[in-house]
């Protein structure tokens, strides 16, 4: 029997908002959420965070697990651990001052993802090119880098798994590097570290959420790009109209961002775009993504390299947690490209010296994914599939959704497994 | 005139609709029958777009169920086979599923232009598809021969102008049997 609560790792959800009108059970990829007695209730281990939900939902009872600018004070030291989806929301503007912003508003350190993306990037190419002759991963091989594709994969598609490019995803190359680098100095000191992520999605898991044994050191909080938003654009306003730019020190390349494209990463295709790959997709969108997902599991696609997923329409530019509209932002990438050029800071001799090194080697084991889920539901026998026909065939049913499912296929199943009552259905009750 | 596969005798216990050992043989004993699941898909033809649903219908259902991933991929490429020779040669069809405990059985059957010569058709390689099926990628002429190194039993039927039956048998190993 699953657990069933409100609120996931992921997402909050607020009861007394909830109007009870279902508009997010179709949407939800894993089938995760029920109306109960005129609320949405949730199966909290099957939430992948895609944020879906948050989208859909009217009445915004639905949220990210993500604080506010609030919880920056002067006793502890804050990282920031910035998505190059942020540099998006400000059309016209350089990255770096956009990072510069997020210095006045407190943060001590601003970390610059693009430039492990890059070194993803490279490491990606140099798997993909040694794979051609190794035959190691199956083709098509799958970008790592939405977290909510993987998570989909092991969920719904756990044959792909072998498919996902096993290269540390650049969200874990960052971390590696802060850890190493940056923060032991701090801790020398006795000074409290807290590492910040600001993102345009609700991926990034809850801490709470974890148990206790579990929790990051130094602390994680994810910050939405919407939650800083407000904050940030007044001193990226004051930045860019002041005579004598403030002067922050760094130490380290990816303290800043040097180039005027790094947003482009953000964009659906912005992976693929400057990879030495001729052979690669990059699909955006969450119907998209289980629509290809289904047909590599047919087989096909085997002559394409890599694919890129993005389970939001237009790419990252489109998370749910963006303060600007994705058109309108990506307009402002495609500009910020045609001005910059594609074009990497990074030497690919390093990057490949650290690869055959094996730092980009992930050691989880794919298959362990699957396990993220909690106890999955029982596999239907033929008896309880032919019992799920007859119901289906008894309540003859539209999807309407009025019994709290998001379609009757689901509903049925319910039904049979005990989790619901036939008569909840208005075809059934009507008779 | 009526042709059928190579190799095949009257011996076979295909095809399988008229001789349902299983179920006899229950019957007779008075032992309760084996539970059964049929399910059959309309497929449209020369939809492109749309085509490969009713076999991602099919291993979306044997996903659900307690399957061995290796068969359900197996399965899945043969219905998308005979789809996709459907949708490229057939008229409208219908792909169809039967299952029990023992035995899982496709059958994809047609109202299209027939097959004339069953043995060249299955040679890998041999293709009557236009340019355009090719331009799409499809076409090279390894349907058939897909279907048959990925099932564990294959009958073709075929009457000139009046349509196609392709039926595959998969034997679905014991629990436990699996290597």
């Known amino acids: 029997m699953s657990k069933k609560l409100t609120s996931t790792c992921f997402v909050r959800f607020e009861k007394e908002l909830c109007a009870g009108r279902g508009t997010c059970l179709p949407v939800c990829p894993t089938k995760a959420i029920r109306i109960k007695t005129k609320k949405a209730v949730r199966i909290v281990e099957q939430c992948i965070g895609c944020g879906q939900c948050i989208r859909v939902c009217r009445e915004r009872a639905v949220s990210a697990a993500t604080e506010g600018p609030e919880v920056l004070n002067d006793d502890h030291i804050a990282i920031a651990l910035v998505s190059p989806v942020l540099y998006a929301q400000f059309p016209g503007v350089m990255p770096k001052d956009v990072l510069l912003g997020l210095r006045q508003m407190g943060f001590q350190h601003t970390i610059d993802m693009s430039y492990f993306l890059e070194m993803f990037q490279y490491a990606a190419e140099e798997f993909i090119s040694r794979n051609r002759a190794s035959g190691q991963a199956p083709w098509p091989l799958i970008s790592p880098i939405c977290p909510v594709v993987v998570r989909l994969i092991a969920f719904k598609f756990p044959n792909l798994l072998p498919n996902v490019l096993p290269v540390l995803r650049p969200v874990a190359l960052m971390a590696r590097e802060v850890k190493r680098r940056l923060i032991p100095e701090y801790l020398a000191r006795d000074q409290k570290v807290v590492l910040y992520y600001i993102n345009p999605c609700p991926t990034k898991k809850d801490p709470a959420c974890l148990p206790a044994d579990k929790q990051p050191d130094p602390p994680e909080i994810a910050l939405g790009i919407n939650d800083i938003y407000p904050q940030l654009i007044k001193h990226v306003d004051q930045i860019r109209s002041a005579d004598a730019i403030p002067f922050y020190q760094t130490r380290f390349e990816y303290e800043t961002c040097a180039t005027g494209n790094a947003s482009l990463w953000a964009m659906s295709g912005g992976e693929i775009a400057d990879m030495d790959i001729d052979r690669s997709l990059a699909v955006s969108g969450m119907d998209e993504t289980i629509q290809y997902l289904e047909k590599i599991e047919l087989g096909l696609f085997q002559d394409i390299e890599y694919i890129e997923f993005r389970t939001c329409r237009e790419g990252c530019l489109g998370g749910v947690l963006n303060a600007t509209d994705k058109y309108l932002a990506k307009s402002a990438v495609q500009k910020m490209v045609k001005r910059f050029g594609l074009g990497r800071r990074l030497h690919r001799e390093n990057i490949l010296r650290m690869y055959e090194k094996g730092e980009f080697q992930t050691d989880k084991d794919p298959s362990k994914l699957t396990t993220l889920f909690g106890a999955r539901k029982k596999a239907l026998s033929i008896e309880t599939m032919q019992k799920i026909e007859k119901v289906l065939q008894l309540i003859k049913g539209t999807d309407c959704t009025a019994c709290g499912a998001p379609d009757c296929r689901t509903f049925a199943e319910d039904v049979v497994r005990g989790e619901a009552k036939l008569n909840d259905c208005v075809n059934i009750v009507d008779k | ?179």
Not at chain 2, 116 to 126: C, P, T, V
Request: glycine fraction near 8%; proline fraction near 6%; charged fraction near 25%.
């Open chain 2, 1 to 179: 005139m009526r042709v059928t596969s190579p190799g095949w005798t009257e011996n076979d216990n295909l095809p399988l609709k008229d001789v349902p050992p299983a179920r006899v043989t229950a019957r007779s004993e008075n032992v309760s029958p084996m539970p059964r699941l049929t399910k059959s898909y309309h497929i449209k033809a020369r939809d492109f777009i749309r085509a490969g649903e009713a076999s991602i219908n099919i291993q979306n259902l044997l996903k659900s169920m307690d399957f061995d991933p290796r068969l359900i991929r197996r399965v899945a490429i043969c219905g998308y086979e005979g789809e996709m020779n459907v949708v490229m040669h057939g008229g409208d069809g219908t792909l169809s599923i039967e299952l029990d405990d023992e035995k899982l059985t496709l059958e994809i059957s047609d109202d299209g232009p027939g097959i004339e010569d069953i043995e060249l058709a299955m040679q890998a390689g041999y293709s009557t598809a236009n340019d355009d099926h090719r331009e799409m990628g499809f076409g090279a002429g390894m349907g058939l021969p897909n279907m048959k190194k990925n099932s564990d039993h294959i009958h073709i039927e075929s009457l000139k102008n009046n349509g196609t039956v392709v039926r595959m048998l998969f034997m679905i190993p014991e629990k436990g049997e699996t290597d």
